[in-house]
Every structure is written in structure tokens, then in C-alpha cells.
């Protein structure tokens, strides 16, 4: 039993120093401090966006029989504006009829979808509370599918989403959370597939340095797919997510030359990608308005372009910020259009920066056996980028959106840091806290069993616990917030109420009077101490199961934490504590444990 318990001390050292190594990190650094820890927005701050879902509430005035007309409104706003349209009311008396709309619009683009039939009276941003909550719910399962991060997405005003987090790439969470999940496919610059033709999704696969979408069609798009692609081999399928069919993309007419595979088309105001693939040259259009402008001007012919468009688009999307161009070309396109900007990402490429502004995902070509008629309804969409993991992120970012789709489109709208709520003065506070409890622990303990080994033991292993805990929340990889420090006091607090019980138990056998040997003792304390952390650890996996958020991120921690002190933590210290009990001298115990002595 004694070399059983050697070697679980050694383990335990070893284990420590593993722990210590994970949370400090030496090697990025001397300097004592966390590293191998996630620092929640609770303590470090992070980042917060603000995203708007885009539907809106339209009241129109007829003429006259606007009752026959209804339904011509509907389907004019759904094809001229993309945008799904649903009767709310109509007045016979009034000849007012109100729509509610979803989809990017202005007052002038909405007067000219629907004609002279009827006058645009007033148009709102408008949301049902039940289609906020439910895009909440979306978007959190795109970002944080087992909600095991820290993130927090809440409404924001009638129509906004805000979006907190910590320790999450802020670029892959505006690509998550930015697009509705609208998929298009085209072939020859025809529309072959969409959404409705997807029946489901697989994980994300990746495969020499590529990532693939696995998707299974209906089918009804499996045979559409099959014509669309017979005797067209080498043609490439253009796949978008949230083509910006509301926007024109507006470039610097200079950064096409760094690109290496896109061009420009000033025929149709379209980019287009040529490329080789295998024995034969490719070329698609992008089916996405675009125009180049100049840093400190635009030239008379892009002005007439744009001013003729401002009843059929909503937005522009300016490739590069505000400060890139000058203050008379930002005040000539505010007056026309809203503006969204579209910065270039650290490492991305020309070509990458186009095809994310136009929504572009992926292109591959129909294969030989398809233009024979050999399509089956699974399929798989390749990804490319620089690296095999940046493509498989991708792919997820795709397969996540297609999943979880929003009934609405939506926007991005800003993104701004926060600071911690607590202050800057936090972690020193915390410190002098933890600092003055310690002490009062220590004294107390004294006190109570007048053996300062054994207070120095107790506080020893309040430390250890509290490093295991924290090198399972980093191994585990939940983000040290307020539910995760919950979690590391419970198993801290645990193991000093179980550890004060194991040294009473041993104390009692150590007694000249006492005619239990002192490992009976042991052995008794040992299980009334795994008894009560077996039952926190089953109620802690119940939480974790069936809670979700800060709360299963608590509970996770917290069981973690007291399975590494059952398994580790109580058997070495009953030893430890055995041991310094036995070395010292037999004397009576406080007057606390002498009613138990006297029944034994």
C-alpha cells in the first residue's frame, strides 16, 4: 500500500509540474504570469459587434383597387428586390396596405420596385421579437455550437444583435455571424442550385491541403444539376454565400495589380477569374456590380454609373477604409449610397479580398463524368487557402451558415473593445483578497490543531488544487471567466473543508488513548471524502449536461477540478498529513473532538 502510495506522489509532482509548465508557458516568456490560460471578458475585456437584421415594415398607398393589386406588389418587391415580402394589412377604406419586408432596401428602391401602382408612405425597421430571439439562437450555435466559449449575443434595440467575446478571432466571428446563410450556385452564369435544393450537411472534411463541404442534394436538384452540367466539362460552378446582389463593390482602380487571377471587366461592371485547371484554361464572371474610383476622385463616367443606380442598390461596399480615399469622394458616395467598408486582413491576398467582398466561396469545375450525366446526389464543396487548417476554417464557416440559415438577412454594422467591468485595479485587488484569506485560513488553522505543519500542509494543498484545476480549464479549453472561477473556488473551497476533516480523522488516531491505528483512520476519512466529491461530481455532470452557457462552463470546471483531487489530490495529502501526524508528538485534542473520543 506504502509504494502504491509513493508512486501516486510522484504522479502528483509530475502532474504539478505539468500544470505549472501549461499555465505559465515558460517558453514564451520568464515572466511569471498565465498564459496557458484563456482570460475571459470578465477580467481582460474584448471584443464587441453589432450586427442588424434587415427587415423592414412598409406601408404603401394605392390609387384605387389596390385590393387587386396585392399580390403584384408581392411578387414585384420579391423579384426586383430579392426580398421576401408578407401581406400584414390591408384597408379597403383607406387603400393602405402594409408589408413586412425582409431583405436591404431603401424608400427610393422600394418606389421603384412597385411602380406607379402604389406611393411608399413610410418605411421602418421592423422585427418580430420571436425572429430576434430565434436569429440569437442561430447565430449562437454558429459561433459557440457546445457553448463552451465566452461569448454572450443578447438584442441590441428593435433589430440589433450584440455580439461580446473573448479570445475569439474577431474576423471569423463577423464572417459567422455577418451573412444570412443564402447559398447560390451557377453554372454559365445560370442559377442551378440553391438552399432549397440542399437536403443536408456533413461535418467539414480536409484532405490534401484542401477542406470540403460534404452536401447531400434533393432530387429535384440532382436532376436539375445533372442538365445543367451535361457536356459542359472543365465549366466552372460558381458557389456564393450572401452574394451582395443589393451593393456595388467599389475598388481603388490600382489593386488589381497584385492580383494574380482576377480582372476587370468595364463592359459589364463585373470582376472575372481566369485559371488553369489540368489541360484547359477556366474564366467566370463575378455576377456582382463593381466600378473603380480613384483615392481623390471619381471619374465622371463611375458618377454616372452610380447615380443611375441609386434606385436598385442600397449600399456600396468600399474596398479598404474610409481613410484610404479622400473626404470629397466619402461625402460624394454618403450622399448617394450607405457606405460599408471592407478592409483588407493581415496575409490575405488581392485575389482572397475580392472574393470575400463578392461573397465568392469556391468554383470548381464540372468533371468529365458529370458532363456525362454521372451526378449523384452527394456532393463536395472544395475550399482553398493558403493552408490546409485556414481552409478547413472556412469550411466550417460555410457549413455552419448553410446549417443554422436566418430567416432575415443581416448586417454588420460596427465593432468596438471593451474593458473589463471590474476595472483595471482587478487583478490586484483579487490578489491582496486571495492574500488576506490565506493568512486568515493559516491562523485559523493553527489555532484549531496548534501544529503549524499541519497548516502549512492544508494551505499547500489549497495551491495544488488550484493549479490542477486551472491546467484542466486550460487542457479543456473554456475561457477563465466568472463561471469558470466559480468553478476553481467550489473545488478549492471542497478541498479545504475535506482536508481540515481528513487531518481531524488522523489527529483522532494519534491519540495516546486511541485504540484505532492511525490508517484505519485514513482510510475512513479518505471515504467520507470521495463520497462528498463523487456527489459533486455526478450533480456537476447533470449541470453540464443539461445547463448550457456560463452555467456549463461552471460545471465543467468544477468537475474537472474535484475528479483530478479524487484521483490525485486527497490520497496524497491523507499521506502527506499521515506522515507529519506520526513524526510528531502524541498530544490531546482541542475539546471540539473530545464527545467523539469518549463514545469510542
Known amino acids: 500500500m506504502s509504494a502504491f502510495k509513493s508512486r501516486r506522489a510522484k504522479l502528483l509532482l509530475l502532474v504539478l509540474v505539468l500544470s505549472i509548465l501549461i499555465i505559465w508557458q515558460p517558453w514564451s516568456g520568464l515572466e511569471p504570469t498565465i498564459r496557458g490560460v484563456k482570460i475571459g471578458s470578465d477580467f481582460a475585456g474584448g471584443t464587441q459587434m453589432v450586427f442588424e437584421l434587415q427587415s423592414y415594415r412598409v406601408t404603401l398607398q394605392y390609387g384605387s383597387a389596390g385590393e387587386n393589386l396585392i399580390s403584384y406588389t408581392t411578387a414585384s418587391i420579391e423579384s426586383l428586390l430579392g426580398a421576401e415580402t408578407r401581406l400584414i394589412s390591408y384597408n379597403p377604406n383607406s387603400e393602405k396596405a402594409v408589408f413586412d419586408v425582409h431583405g436591404r432596401l431603401t424608400e427610393l428602391m ?3 420596385a412597385v411602380g406607379e401602382i402604389a406611393t411608399v408612405i413610410d418605411v421602418e425597421t421592423y422585427v418580430e421579437e420571436n425572429e430576434l430571439d430565434q436569429a440569437i439562437n442561430l447565430l449562437r450555435s454558429r459561433v459557440d455550437p457546445y457553448q463552451l466559449l465566452d461569448v454572450r449575443l443578447r438584442s441590441y434595440g428593435a433589430a440589433s444583435i450584440l455580439f461580446e467575446a473573448s479570445g475569439v478571432d474577431p474576423n471569423r466571428a463577423r464572417d459567422l455571424l455577418g451573412v444570412q446563410g443564402k447559398l447560390e450556385m451557377f453554372l454559365d452564369n445560370q442559377l442551378v442550385l440553391s438552399n432549397d435544393e440542399i437536403l443536408g450537411l456533413a461535418a467539414p472534411i480536409s484532405a490534401e491541403a484542401l477542406a470540403y463541404v460534404p452536401i447531400t442534394l434533393t432530387d429535384i436538384g440532382t436532376e436539375t444539376l445533372k442538365q445543367a452540367c451535361s457536356g459542359k466539362a472543365n465549366h466552372p460552378i460558381v458557389i456564393y454565400l450572401d452574394r451582395p446582389t443589393d451593393a456595388i463593390v467599389i475598388f481603388e482602380n490600382g489593386i488589381l495589380r497584385d492580383a494574380s487571377s482576377i480582372f476587370y471587366d468595364e463592359s459589364s461592371q463585373e470582376f472575372y477569374v481566369t485559371r488553369e485547371t489540368g489541360i484547359a484554361e477556366s474564366a467566370y464572371h463575378i455576377l456582382v456590380s463593381a466600378v473603380p474610383i480613384l483615392r481623390d476622385d471619381i471619374p465622371n463616367l463611375v458618377k454616372t454609373y452610380l447615380s443611375d443606380h441609386v434606385g436598385d442598390r442600397a449600399r456600396v461596399i468600399l474596398l479598404g477604409s474610409k481613410d484610404d480615399f479622400s473626404p470629397e469622394v466619402i ?3 454618403s450622399a448617394h449610397y450607405s457606405i460599408e467598408t471592407l478592409s483588407r486582413r493581415e496575409g490575405e491576398t488581392v485575389d482572397e479580398w475580392v472574393l470575400r467582398a463578392c461573397g465568392v466561396q469556391s468554383a470548381p469545375v464540372v468533371t468529365q463524368t458529370m458532363a456525362a450525366g454521372g451526378v449523384t446526389s452527394d456532393l463536395t464543396i472544395p475550399i482553398v487557402a493558403k493552408t490546409q487548417a485556414q481552409a478547413l476554417v472556412k469550411a466550417q464557416n460555410l457549413q455552419r451558415a448553410l446549417v443554422y440559415q436566418l430567416d432575415l438577412p443581416i448586417a454588420f454594422v460596427q465593432e468596438a473593445k471593451f474593458s473589463s467591468p471590474f476595472g483595471s485595479g482587478f487583478k490586484e485587488g483579487l490578489m491582496i483578497v486571495a492574500g488576506v484569506a490565506v493568512l ?12 503549524i505543519k499541519v497548516a502549512i500542509a492544508v494551505i499547500a494543498f489549497l495551491f495544488v488544487d488550484a493549479l490542477l484545476t486551472l491546467a484542466g480549464i486550460s487542457v479543456l479549453g473554456l475561457p477563465l471567466g466568472l463561471p469558470a472561477a466559480s468553478g476553481l473556488l467550489l473545488v478549492v473551497l471542497s478541498g479545504l473543508n475535506q482536508h481540515i476533516i481528513i487531518t481531524n480523522e488522523l489527529l483522532k488516531g494519534a491519540q495516546p488513548q486511541e485504540k484505532v491505528s492511525v490508517g484505519w483512520r485514513t482510510s475512513r476519512a479518505l471515504a467520507i471524502s470521495y463520497l462528498a466529491s463523487l456527489t459533486v461530481v455526478l450533480v456537476s455532470i447533470l449541470i453540464a449536461l443539461a445547463g448550457f452557457g456560463p452555467l456549463r462552463i461552471f460545471a465543467i470546471a468544477a468537475a474537472a477540478g474535484l475528479v483530478i483531487a479524487i484521483i490525485l489530490t486527497r490520497p ?18 482541542p475539546e471540539l473532538a473530545k464527545p467523539e473520543q469518549k463514545q469510542q
Open 440 to 451: 486568515c485560513i493559516f491562523v485559523l488553522l493553527y489555532f484549531a490543531f496548534s501544529r
Open 110 to 112: 422600394l418606389q421603384k
Open 572 to 589: 496524497v495529502f491523507a499521506r502527506v498529513m499521515e506522515s507529519i501526524i506520526s513524526a510528531g508528538p502524541k498530544t490531546a485534542l
Open 331 to 333: 461625402e460624394w458616395l
